[in-house]
């Protein structure tokens, strides 16, 4: 193919002169040959010649007018050049007039479609494309004013953009198909300002009418609204006239209704800017905005932005006298018990200036003002109420008539600042104040019931319900009861059945649980299989490690807890393949994971009966559960230890002597030191690790169930978070569970904080490492929920320290987690429930340590909450660090609170 | 003036009901009784029960199955506070909530198929490797070994296999009468 050999000879004129000499079929045979070629020249080193070849060759295979517009359309780099004039002058002039019409339909910026369609149509004489996008090309090219190759027609002179649009011949055709929809030219997205720049400057010289410019583009963008930026910079170059603002008054205010309409529908700060912007462009009369107060007033439901923009513009409105008091009056009920202080403090700003405008209207100002002593931020009710006490003052005698309206709301105010309302506005003798209930009876916390622990049902009666028991482990991981259930279940119809069992289990195997790293209750499912005789899993094969494991050096990624429970499902399966073992000592009698000491001997002398030794790990973790029976004077718990000592086996003797003996002692986790000296390191933790001291069982256990309360030796950091089931491994030790792995790296894991109610149902002392978690998801204030029903439950049950919780606070609060204000959040959250008694006596221990010197960020917060709690439980008695920091100078939010605190506490 | 406050487990459940139909909607009612009643529905305010069985020739709890299917099907609302249904016509084709059920369609499928096969207290629901075990406790509650029973363990009502199996029960028992 001579065509070839040509484009590889970089031979431009010789292509076009080829492909002059074939028939048009010809030409449509080589389109494939030459796309190949173009592959492979596009893979090698190429010149540029041999480029421009190529492309010559392959834009003159195109055989029709539409397939070579779609191919110019394609290749946004071809350019228009003097052999592309000679390669389109081998087409008939009718050919060429087609492919102008063609590409004029379509036309776009980009690339040589415009210049190529310029040229023809100059060229040839075919009617002027009228399309949009045509005019648009046309406006850009004129714009830019790109140079044209020799013999390409097309481009006009001048020197500048409105030069050359005058001298253009094309401009008596084009201009008035852009002045009639001016918005497809100014809106369009790859748009820039040139387009609109050309239309108003030909606007001023008279050549285009200014008044059906403006119509029309008012028109347009009722029609398809454009993105606010665009508007705005469309706008501000239209620069209207007072009297041309009034003429598009109508397409005003169809967009304002428009845009109101979005901002409803609300959004992020990122969403709804455009529309904020455009509607501030557009401009409405206050007497516009007054027809559409409505929509304003709904606006301040909505997003700050959004209700900060409603709020703006309805305080313009009343500074015109055109917001009516009642209409004041509803957007003050839908603002003043925002969270938002600004919105609160300008909205305030707006009654103070109504009131000082107009003294007869100052009475239903403060009524309206006073909403805000209903306010959960005591800033903002103090504000309130200096408000109303300067009109008050100011007015006389003539507020009187609103003075019960105002006694009554302010029953809403803050404790702290009740005794100043009274001193203001009169005692409010009809309707009770707090103060009034406080006197009368003496305050007492509501805490929540405590909650009973659940009794586990009895074992799993048939194979068929194991399946099932089993499948729901598999799906969720978090239920300790179903989870022992299950494994008991599995061992137990192993035992009676294990072919009626494997065959039950048959459809709860299909489906693999999803895969974690640490061991988790799900991994019982591995059990499944082994009932099944199923090909191990790899996670199988790893699991019967975990009961040879020696803690002696930190883990990488597994939990104590984890080991534990990957030791057990080991040995289960194990207990399963020797048949030995009729069923599990381990299962508990409580959801705690609590196993009644009377139930464990009956379990013990069954196995006695039978001649089994009981396995391992299943013994240790029995022991681990069962209830202590240490009370001397208790009939029942001595019965159960005489029960235990009658025991011959060896296990038996095991339990009595763990009765006997009370189990493990109870370790303190309280660091030496603490919390006098600075954090060990690493101090960027900016907290003490509990102390971890460890018991020696004698004699020994198994070393996974050992470690649980044993010497630690730490870990890597885990893999997951913990989960219900290390809390029920150790029911009555639960200080000791969580000393060890939960304060390791593994804290920042999202929801930890989830398990607190878990660890508060629990046994055992609360002690420090019990606090400091607690402390801990008090300042976090991630899963609030879950750490606020912590704390209540332990002090519901009397078991919270509530000076250690304080001490933890100041200690964490002053070494490098300075979050006051999260913490005050939560503590807020867990006093409004009804428990100010309670967290007053925690603020009273954590206070002092925070104020002295320069308090600590956030201090202004908890002060407030202070005053609230002492207030409510008519706490009494001077703190001196409080009252130093009342006493000094200024007026920092921190020195105000103090002094209110300082006062309540008198 | 009267103020409804109704909570949903969970926001992203919304008011569907958790199922709570699903058993009456599969075997309750037949097409029969359901145009029955729908045809005896007066324009009394209130809708009785007692009334509609009385003209019906139908007991009261066929009668009351029949209401639930109108009801799915926007033809009947109920009124929590009186406890009594009540006229109200949505616009909705009759049967088109219904159809528009995963777990009836799927119940409906697996009986079609006939993969629902009783034995005794338990059954086997579906197909070759598909197959899930449903067990009646003395009750006569159903339970599963598929993951959606799994889950929610019925708070969220019957899964499909266990509608297949109370669909085709119902079916062997109208027939042994």
Not at chain 1, 599 to 623: F, H, K, Y
Not at chain 1, 633 to 654: H, M, T, W
Not at chain 1, 747 to 773: D, I, K, T
Not at chain 1, 860 to 871: D, F, I, R
Request: hydrophobic letters at 45%; charged letters at 25%; a negative charge.
């Amino acid at each position: 193919m001579k065509l070839v050999e040509l484009v590889e000879a970089g031979d431009v004129a010789g292509v076009v002169r080829e492909l002059g000499e074939l028939t048009p079929d010809q030409r449509g045979a080589c389109a494939d040959g030459l796309t190949a070629l173009f592959e492979a020249i596009a893979r090698r080193e190429n010149t540029q010649e041999e480029r421009i070849a190529l492309c010559a060759a392959r834009l003159g295979c195109q055989v029709t007018p539409e397939a070579t517009a779609v191919w110019i359309r394609s290749h946004a780099y071809f350019t228009m050049d003097a052999w592309t004039v000679d390669l389109l002058n081998l087409y008939p002039v009718a050919w060429r007039a087609e492919l102008a019409a063609h590409l004029g339909e379509r036309a776009t910026t980009a690339g040589a479609v415009f210049a190529v369609t310029e040229h023809l149509v100059r060229d040839t004489g075919c009617p002027l494309p009228a399309s949009h996008e045509f005019v648009l090309a046309w406006l850009y090219d004129r714009a830019d004013n790109p140079e044209r190759h020799p013999r390409v027609l097309g481009g006009a002179p001048g020197a500048d953009f409105l030069e050359r649009l005058r001298a253009d011949d094309f401009t008596p055709r084009l201009l008035p198909l852009a002045v009639a929809r001016p918005g497809r030219l100014v809106f369009s997205w790859h748009t820039s300002e040139r387009p609109l720049e050309a239309l108003i400057g030909l606007a001023a010289e008279g050549v285009v009418d200014r008044g059906e410019l403006i119509h029309n583009l008012f028109a347009d963008m009722v029609g398809d609204p454009p993105h606010g930026a665009q508007a705005v910079v469309t706008l501000e170059a239209l620069a209207l006239t007072p009297a041309e603002h009034a003429g598009v008054a109508r397409e005003r205010a169809a967009l304002v209704d428009q845009l109101l309409g979005r901002l409803l529908e609300d959004g992020t700060r990122m969403e709804i800017a455009p529309f904020l912007v455009f509607l501030g462009a557009l401009a409405s009369t206050p007497a516009e905005k007054a027809l559409v107060v409505r929509d304003y007033l709904a606006l301040l439901d909505r997003s700050l932005p959004v209700a900060t923009y409603a709020q703006e513009v309805l305080t313009r409105l009343d500074e015109a006298g055109l917001l009516e008091p009642e209409l004041l009056t509803e957007a003050c009920e839908r603002v003043l018990l925002r969270p938002e202080k600004k919105l609160v403090r300008a909205q305030l700003g707006l009654l103070d200036r109504v009131a000082r405008r107009d003294p007869a209207r100052a009475g239903r100002a403060m009524v309206d003002a006073a909403m805000t002593f209903g306010h959960r931020e005591m800033t903002l009710q103090e504000q309130a109420l200096k408000l109303v006490a300067k009109h008050l003052k100011a007015a006389g005698d003539s507020v009187l008539p609103e003075l019960p309206e105002l006694r009554a709301a302010a029953g809403q105010l803050s404790p702290g600042l009740s005794a100043r309302a009274a001193e203001l506005l009169g005692a409010a003798e009809p309707l009770g104040t707090p103060q009034d209930t406080v006197t009368e009876q003496p305050y007492a916390d509501v805490l929540p019931a405590v909650p009973e622990p659940r009794p586990v049902p009895g074992p799993i009666a048939t194979a068929a319900e194991v399946a099932q028991e089993v499948a729901a482990v598999v799906a969720n991981d978090q239920d300790v009861v179903a989870f022992e259930r299950a494994l008991d279940g599995l061992v137990r119809h192993a035992h009676l059945d294990r072919t009626v069992l494997a065959e039950a289990l048959k459809p709860v195997v299909r489906r693999e649980p999803k895969s974690n790293v640490d061991w988790v209750q799900s991994d019982l499912y591995d059990v499944a299989r082994a009932v099944r005789g199923d090909e191990p899993r790899g996670r199988a094969v790893l699991m019967h490690r975990a009961v040879h494991i020696n803690r002696t050096t930190p883990s990488r990624s597994c939990s104590l807890a984890g080991s534990m429970l990957a030791a057990r499902l080991a040995e289960a399966m194990d207990v399963i393949e020797s048949g030995t073992q009729p069923f599990l000592l381990a299962v508990p009698t409580l959801s705690t994971g609590a196993l009644d000491a009377a139930v464990l001997v009956e379990r013990i002398s069954a196995l006695d009966e039978l001649g089994v030794t009981p396995a391992p790990v299943d013994l240790a973790q029995a022991l681990l559960r069962v209830t202590p029976t240490s009370d001397q004077s208790d009939q029942s718990d001595q019965q159960v230890r005489a029960a235990a000592e009658k025991l011959g086996s060896d296990a038996g003797q095991r339990l009595a002597r763990w009765l006997r003996e009370g189990g493990p002692a109870h370790q303190d986790s309280e660091p030496k030191g603490w919390p006098h000296c600075k954090p060990p390191k690493p101090a960027s933790q900016g907290w003490w690790t509990p102390a971890r001291p460890g018991v020696v069982m004698d004699p020994p256990l198994p070393q996974v169930a050992a470690s649980l309360i044993g010497p630690y030796v730490g870990n890597q950091g885990l893999a997951d978070p913990m989960a219900p089931f290390w809390v029920a491994q150790l029911p009555h030790h639960r200080e000791e569970l969580m000393a060890r792995d939960y304060f390791e790296p593994r804290m920042s894991q999202r929801g930890w904080p989830r398990n607190l109610p878990f660890v508060v149902e629990s046994g055992g002392p609360a002690g420090y490492s019990v606090h400091l978690a607690l402390a801990f998801g008090l300042i976090w204030q991630t899963e609030t929920d879950a750490v606020v029903d912590a704390v209540l439950v332990l002090a519901a049950r009397q078991q919270l320290d509530t000076d250690l919780l304080g001490r933890q606070l100041e200690a964490l609060l002053n070494h490098g987690w300075a979050y006051a204000d999260k913490a005050s959040g939560s503590l807020r959250t867990a006093a409004e429930t009804g428990a100010y008694a309670t967290v007053w006596s925690v603020l009273r221990v954590a206070l002092p340590g925070l104020l002295g010197g320069t308090p600590v960020r956030g201090a202004a917060a908890m002060l407030a909450l202070a005053v609230e709690c002492a207030s409510r439980c008519g706490a009494k008695g001077e703190i001196a660090e409080v009252t130093a920091l009342a006493d000094r100078k200024g007026s920092s939010q921190t020195v105000k609170n103090a002094r209110l605190l300082r006062d309540a506490l008198r | 003036m009267r103020l409804t406050l109704m909570l949903s487990q969970n926001a992203s459940r919304g008011f569907s009901g958790e199922g709570g139909v699903l058993r009456d909607l599969a075997t309750g009612a037949t097409a029969d009784d359901t145009d029955l009643v729908s045809a005896l529905l007066a324009w009394e305010p209130r809708i009785d029960v007692a009334e509609l069985s009385r003209q019906s020739g139908l007991p009261a709890e066929r009668v009351r199955a029949a209401l639930t299917v109108l009801g799915t099907s926007g033809q009947i609302g109920y009124d929590l506070a009186e406890e009594a249904h009540f006229h109200r016509h949505l616009p909705f084709s009759a049967g088109g909530a219904e159809a528009r059920n995963p777990r009836l369609r799927g119940a409906r499928a697996l009986v079609a198929e006939g993969a629902v096969r009783l034995d005794g207290a338990l059954a086997r629901v579906g197909r070759g490797e598909h197959v899930h075990v449903v067990r009646a406790d003395d009750a006569g509650r159903l339970s599963c070994t598929c993951l959606w029973w799994a889950k929610y363990r019925g708070g969220r009502g019957p899964c499909k296999h266990a509608l297949a199996v109370s669909m085709v029960r119902d079916t062997t028992t109208k027939a042994a009468r």
